[in-house]
């Protein structure tokens, strides 16, 4: 391949420099000067003629791209899956002395609403049977009720609100949270009665269709995960105040938890192309203005009511809180 003074002198211009021009070439800067200075045309390796060509077919094609009628916007192809309707409903707490009327006015509401599916992310009891806060010999830990009485209370909450869903076809599933984790932690610090705690739980909630899933298993609907509470690193809960930000910033796919009992809803930009995920705590369905005892006169912040959630394509689409209040004041 022969290159003219011109060519060189382009070729200088785009490599930046004539020691790169050198380089590029395989030959010496003293032999380009002298080229330039005396208007003769150099030979090239066939190397360099090779690289020239892909260059050129580069150059064409770049070309030709251009002219294509090629969108300025990037292509974004939507999920193949209809959007669906979700019912959410954060922790529930039920225990002996609370009223179990909430459950039928949640009832009422999936009646009216009939989603797609119904979520209930975990803590539906307290389980204050299977406690170990209170210390053996206390006043408190004397005071707790029997297993059998924490039982017969969660039937009867969930009887309340599968009476007022019976007559509709709608999966339920329940997220166990770490109030459902008491009775396995029981169990194993209990090895006579592995298998028959837990058992009786899952048989029960099964009897009005809940299909439970094991705490720290996540439930995955269309890309947006459902857990009590995302674990961190070190396999622990994340919490503190502002335990939402930490999970939207770690998480990689939309995520719907509860355990904090307070609402909230985070959209946090992620590296890529229109690309993002949502955080949503629902709360608690606890009965409005409740204060569990352990959290005192402290400053709660705690949420009361449901959520009715609309996802596609691994994204929360809308969400809609409906509190407590409001479904005392329609359906009770």
Known sequence: MILTPADIQALILKMGSISNTA????????????????????????????????????????????????????????GKSKAFTILAIGDSHD??????????????????????????????ASWDSMSTHEERGSLGHAQRPSFKTDLDSCEEAMSAFYKEISFLD??????????EDRINRFENKNPETVGTLWTQFEETASRYRWRVHSYGQWLMIDGVGFIHVPMNIMGRPYGGQNSENQIANHATHPIVFGHTHRASFRKVPKIGINNSIEVLN????????????YAGTATTGWSYGIYELQIQGGHILQYRHVSMRQLEEQYA
Do not use: C
């Open 282 to 293: 629902l709360g608690s369905s606890m009965p409005d203005g409740y204060v569990a005892k």
């Open 95 to 124: 225990q002996p002395n609370i009223d179990k009327e909430r459950f039928k006015w949640i009832g009422k509401h999936a009646a009216q609403m009939k989603p797609d599916r119904i979520v209930h992310i975990g803590d539906f």
């Open 170 to 179: 709608i999966p339920q599933d329940m997220v166990a949270g770490n109030h």
């Open 23 to 78: 380089y590029y070439m395989g030959r010496n800067e003293s032999t380009i000067r002298s080229a330039l200075r005396n208007n003769r045309p150099l030979r090239v390796s066939p190397l360099v003629e090779k690289n020239h060509s892909l260059e050129e077919e580069n150059r064409i094609l770049k070309l030709s791209l251009t002219k294509a009628d090629v969108p300025s916007k990037p292509r974004i192809i939507p």
